[in-house]
Antibody, heavy 119, light 106 residues
Framework: EVQLVQSGAEVKKPGESLKISCKGS????????IAWVRQMPGKGLEWMGV????????RYSPSFQGQVTISADKSTGTAYLQWSSLKASDTAMYYC????????????WGQGTLVTVSS | DIQMTQSPSYVSASVGDRVTITCRAS??????LAWYQQKPGKAPKLLIY???SLQSGVPSRFSGSGSGTDFTLTISSLQPEDFATYFC?????????FGGGTRVEI
């Protein structure tokens, strides 16, 4: 069974750093792109970027380029999303999602990680 | 970026109703469109891909149509478990973009 399991909820202060994770299982982790998707409270879905764990090829949305870093560790089957300096506007639910083998659709999703940034 | 516009943003419906949601792309995307269902507190779930192909395990009361810039998601007979928010997503070019969502409520 394909599963993406994300790390738990985080509460941080503005200016702090953070790294959240998404562990894949039940499939060949290195052969499928993993994307990160933001959902701000009560809002829609925003594609942040994607990584191919096999070679760490990474693409970012222009809206998030320079704001976050996406990485992956193929030895542990885990993808990461990190911030070096959080802002209150980063408060959101963050989902990882597996891209299908040949198209830009997302067939499996993690359960989400809620990030709250507040002073 | 390709903008995706969904309408309506809110639908009030009853069990057994036929519900249609539309999604318009700001430029042609051929059939590179997906529909997702999201229930409160849960991750989105893929329903339809390629504008009209039903994802495995999704009930046949869900159907999709369209190509180019105009797309529809139809629920032929609304069931209690279908009350949720629905999003379209274009898969034609990066950055991938989603519609604003349509909430289906009783």
């Amino acid at each position: 069974e394909v599963q993406l399991v994300q790390s738990g909820a985080e509460v941080k202060k503005p200016g702090e750093s953070l790294k959240i994770s998404c562990k894949g299982s039940g499939y060949s982790f290195t052969n499928f792109w993993i994307a990160w998707v933001r959902q701000m409270p009560g809002k829609g879905l925003e594609w942040m970027g994607v990584i191919y764990p096999g070679d760490s090829d990474t693409r970012y949305s222009p809206s998030f380029q320079g704001q976050v870093t996406i990485s992956a560790d193929k030895s542990t089957g885990t993808a990461y999303l990190q911030w070096s300096s959080l802002k209150a506007s980063d408060t959101a639910m963050y989902y990882c999602a597996r891209r299908t083998a040949t198209t830009e659709y997302f067939d499996y999703w993690g359960q989400g990680t809620l990030v709250t940034v507040s002073s | 970026d390709i903008q995706m516009t969904q309408s309506p943003s809110y639908v009030s419906a009853s069990v057994g109703d036929r519900v249609t949601i539309t999604c318009r792309a700001s430029q042609g995307i051929s059939s590179w469109l997906a529909w997702y269902q999201q229930k409160p507190g849960k991750a989105p779930k893929l329903l339809i891909y390629g504008a009209s192909s039903l994802q495995s395990g999704v009930p046949s009361r869900f159907s999709g149509s369209g190509s180019g810039t105009d797309f529809t998601l139809t629920i032929s007979s609304l069931q209690p478990e279908d009350f949720a928010t629905y999003f379209c997503q274009q898969a034609s070019s990066i950055p991938l973009t989603f519609g604003g969502g349509t909430r289906v409520e009783i």
